[in-house]
């Protein structure tokens, strides 16, 4: 999961990666409209959080410019502000949800996942998958009631593919939400690694991940 934090209080957006980032998130961070133009640009996203007081201007110019432009990934809204009209204006300009500061690390967490889950095919928290059972808040899974051990990445990677099963999809997909422009230093081939890592965790169990040829990888069960 790409996350995009558009929050120019450094130790804010900081302190907000790094817990989204143990969580298996992966985060980039804007420190005004134009930084987040400029990420946009090259980097497709999962969710974004959108504070409203930026340096160069105001997040909700740059909701209303998102969309206007067709895009219709998910933002919450980071604001200081108690007005209840300043939180219908952000909703009516296409915002789905906002938190008002200071606010909990994991509330903010729960309600990204919550997000997220709108937008894929399976809805619930829980993602099952055959003697498979995945849980996206603990980064945690059981194989036939036993647990399975898994790297943070190796889990997050599942959990991308368990919430899009049924689709296929590239590694370049694959790679966007697992690392972010920090990890730079990591090539696309990296995914090929820890598909090879999690089929032979779930050898045996009758899931599989699919490799189609040109195209990427999907997960299945048998039967």
Do not use: W
């Not at 432009?69 to 952000?90: E, H, I, K």
């Not at 996942?113 to 055959?130: C, P």
């Not at 422009?181 to 169990?205: C, H, M, P, Q, T």
């Amino acid at each position: 999961m790409r996350v995009l934090i558009v929050e120019d209080a450094t130790d804010v957006a900081e302190a907000v990666a790094i817990r989204l980032g143990r969580s298996g998130m992966a985060c980039d961070i804007a420190d005004s409209r134009e930084a987040a133009e400029d990420c946009l640009a090259v980097q497709r996203y999962d969710v974004i959080v959108l504070d409203i007081n930026l340096p160069d201007g105001l997040g909700t110019e740059l909701l209303a410019d998102l969309r206007g432009r067709g895009d219709r990934t998910p933002v919450l809204m980071l604001t200081a502000l108690f007005s209840v009209d300043d939180r219908v204006t952000a909703l009516d300009l296409g915002a789905d949800d906002y938190l008002v500061k200071p606010f909990d690390q994991r509330e903010l967490e729960a309600r990204l996942r919550a997000l997220v889950r709108r937008e894929a095919e399976q809805k619930s928290d829980a993602l099952d998958l055959g003697p498979l059972s995945f849980a996206p808040a603990a980064l945690s899974a059981t194989l036939s009631g036993a647990p399975l051990e898994l790297t943070r990445r190796e889990a997050t990677l599942l959990g991308l593919l368990l919430r899009h099963r049924g689709q296929v999809l590239s590694k370049q997909r694959l790679y966007d939400g697992l690392f972010a422009f920090d990890d730079a230093d990591v090539g696309v081939n990296a995914i090929e690694l820890y598909i090879a890592r999690l089929r032979k965790k779930l050898a045996g169990s009758g899931v599989g991940i699919e490799t189609q040829r040109g195209l990427g990888y999907r997960i299945h069960a048998d039967g």
